[in-house]
């Protein structure tokens, strides 16, 4: 208890001597720049966002757009590393090989020079929005991005296509167990109908600069997961690797005896055991990924870091307060998937051997 | 936990009350050195040559300023810093100067905890694109893809002229101005807009210079210059007095090379206070009678320093413009000393 209090007793003490010095150095403080009007732009952003709304808002597009990026390279890192580090287990040479060059390299390289590989071979490969590559004329191709078609939603047309996705899966179940029925093209034939009336499709065309129309998928994002992923997936390949070579040598020969075939091996025997190992690792590459998606900043990918600790932090210039919430925000995210990790991991643990 | 509540500030104030107050020149002088915050490399500016010494303007001013309180323009060592970084490494005593190109805003000002102590140049913001687009004006942007620098009032005055001009535009923002140029390099965007100094000095760097157009139109007003930490006047003074000696000796027509002739026989005593022989300018400030003299012996006069750097002697060939003396059309305007 004692420790508890002298612990908090020396943040706060902490705390009010910063914001003394602050104010007798004549340094603004305070959250009140929050509410006020951002005044600048940002080019990729899930939510609504332009000139005149809040500095606020712009940390939730820098916080959602942070999440983006980890989300889908999580996604994609884990399902290239599964397959890598089982790949260097492979009896084909060609594809164990591979697998070992792709592991040794990229996680020997550093991350940030990665980064900038991909974000300008990207961009130097691509043509100008002029000369774009254009397939079948709704998906254009450019070294201002992929775009590509998208559906537009009028207002309250949400709960309606909520709806029909809803019945579009219960039609998908209907299908995979009773085969094509009645029951199912209707739902079907319903979703099509929903679709057609609350949403169009604006495709992207070229006008003035570039395209306007359909959505796009900035290089900035595309280089960003590429070597977010691709990194992340050379440490996820050796935890995979690690995990199955920790399954004893008995239970492969079990499964042999039993004539189970490579791919049930594998399947039911290797890797549920193989998890056990992999998981509690899996949750520090997670982790790894999420924080290093903010070397986004250095090349032009909104995030939080980019957007909020850089350019709110040179209009406001509260050093203190925005670092302070950004790292809140990372630890807050970090302790989030560890949290859930967590929660999977008791489900692989061995009963009676995970407290 | 209710007495700590009370007890906790009071200690906080009586424990550390203030930031350190010690004189920034007692500092220097006991150190022997000065510390410059400059860019991390705009020609004409602040840029590393290839000995690895900075050259350009900014850098200049620091060596002046090195001079006239430490007495050798030799004593300085720059830090390059980014936008973000510079004025939490000034507000903390990192640095003594910031000389790196920054604007003068009304927020840096007055809730940064620093001084501006001049304006060293006069800029604005411009934009840059490639001549085959064949744009001419600015305002043939509207959807445009602008590559920018994070975290200056670049980014701002961008989105003020667009919404005020009713176009959109993709904002590009890097931290770096190197990563800028070689996104703007690669295609990713129409245009590249920065101060218009830095488009000039950015475009010496591209492989065929001739190839990008820099637009007429100038957006906003960017009073460049150099701020030092607020709440050490005297230091303060210094600062902005050896930028007013820069300006003041070329309207007085004292030059590196004949400063030496002048400090021996002029009777005009605008020039006698100025090199210290008459009247105690220096003595005001904290230091000794010559302080002009070595400012000018390091670096020449204001005009000097401009066309070697930025104007007719450098690469960039900048026009004086708004740079000229207040006599001869320009802004720069140094009060007497007397």
């Not at chain 1, 580090?85 to 550093?110: C, D, M, Q």
């Not at chain 1, 079990?254 to 949750?283: C, G, N």
């Not at chain 1, 790292?327 to 008791?346: H, K, W």
């Not at chain 2, 890097?174 to 101060?195: H, I």
């Amino acid at each position: 208890m004692v420790a508890v209090a002298v612990v908090i007793a020396g943040a706060v003490w902490l705390f009010g001597n910063t914001l003394d010095n602050l104010a007798n150095r004549g340094i603004a403080s305070g959250f009140s720049f929050l509410k006020s009007t951002a005044g600048f732009g940002i080019s990729t952003s899930l939510i609504d966002f332009s000139e005149a709304s809040s500095i606020g808002r712009a940390f939730w597009v820098g916080l959602l757009n942070t999440l983006l990026v980890s989300a889908i390279s999580v996604v994609l890192a884990t399902i290239l590393g599964f397959a890598i580090g089982i790949a260097r287990f492979s009896k084909n040479w060609l594809l164990g090989r591979v697998a070992t060059v792709y592991v040794e390299t990229l996680r020997n390289i550093p991350l940030l020079l990665q980064i900038f590989f991909w974000y300008f071979a990207v961009l130097r490969a691509l043509p100008g929005p002029r000369q774009s590559y254009d397939l079948a004329g709704w998906f254009f191709l450019n070294n201002r991005g992929f775009y590509i078609p998208k559906l537009e939603i009028i207002d309250g047309g949400g709960w309606v296509l909520l709806g029909a996705v809803v019945m579009a899966f219960l039609a998908f179940w209907q299908c995979r167990h009773k085969g094509i029925s009645r029951s199912c093209a209707g739902l079907a034939v319903l979703l099509f109908i929903s679709l057609l009336a609350v949403g169009s499709v604006s495709v992207p065309a070229l006008t003035g600069f570039n395209f306007t129309g359909g959505t796009v998928l900035s290089p900035e994002l595309v280089a960003l997961v590429i070597a977010l992923s691709s990194y992340t997936a050379a440490f996820i390949a050796e935890i995979v690797r690690a995990g199955v070579q920790s399954v004893p040598r008995g239970q492969i020969e079990a499964a042999d005896a039993l004539s189970l075939p490579d791919k049930d091996r594998m399947r039911f025997v290797v890797i549920p055991q193989a998890l056990r190992v992999i998981v509690p690792l899996l949750t520090n590459q997670y982790l790894n990924l999420t924080k290093n998606s903010s070397l986004a900043a250095a090349i032009a990918f909104p995030d939080l870091v980019s957007v909020f600790a850089g350019t709110v932090l040179n209009i406001t210039g509260q050093a203190i307060e925005i670092i302070g919430i950004t790292m809140a925000v990372y630890l807050t995210i970090s302790l989030t998937i560890a949290f859930s990790m967590n929660i999977f991991n008791r489900t692989t643990a061995m009963r009676g051997l995970s407290s | 936990m209710q007495i700590l509540r009370y007890l906790v500030p009071f200690l906080g104030v009586a424990l550390f009350g203030t930031a350190s107050s010690a004189g920034t020149l007692d500092t220097i002088k006991e150190k022997g050195w000065l510390t410059c915050g400059v860019s991390q490399g705009l020609p004409g500016f602040s840029a590393p040559d290839s000995k690895g010494s900075w050259v350009g303007i900014d850098a200049d001013f620091c060596r002046a300023v090195a001079a006239v309180a430490l007495g050798s323009p030799d004593k300085v060592k720059f830090r390059p810093l980014s936008t973000k970084e510079a004025f939490t490494a000034l507000q903390f005593g990192e640095i003594h100067i910031l000389s790196r190109n920054v604007t003068w805003t009304q927020t840096r000002d007055s809730a940064l905890g620093v001084n501006f102590a001049g304006i060293l140049y006069y800029d604005g913001q411009g934009f840059m694109v490639r001549r085959k687009l064949g744009v001419k004006s600015a305002r043939e942007l509207d959807g445009a893809a602008v590559c920018v620098n994070s975290g200056s009032t670049t980014e701002l005055n961008l989105s003020d002229y667009f919404r005020t001009h009713g176009m959109k535009y993709t904002p590009v923002v890097f931290e770096k101005s190197d990563e800028v140029l070689s996104a703007y390099r690669a295609g990713r965007c129409d245009v590249f807009s920065t101060d218009q100094s830095g488009l000039y000095a950015q475009r010496l760097k591209l492989p065929k210079a001739k190839d990008h157009l820099i637009l007429p139109e100038i957006i906003s007003k960017e009073p460049l210059g150099p701020a030092v930490r607020q709440g050490d006047d005297k230091w303060f003074n210094i600062v902005r007095w050896t930028l007013f000696a820069l300006v003041g000796a070329e309207e007085l027509g004292i030059t590196k090379s004949n400063i030496e002739a002048l400090t021996q026989k002029t009777s005009n005593p605008a020039i006698r206070r100025f090199v210290g022989t008459e009247g105690k300018a220096g003595a005001n400030l904290g230091l000794d009678p010559e302080w002009a003299v070595r400012a000018i012996k390091a670096v020449g006069n204001y005009g000097e320093l401009f066309e070697k750097h930025l104007g007719k002697d450098s690469r960039l060939k900048i026009s004086r413009d708004l740079n000229r003396l207040w006599n001869k059309g320009g802004l720069h305007y140094a009060p007497p000393i007397r």
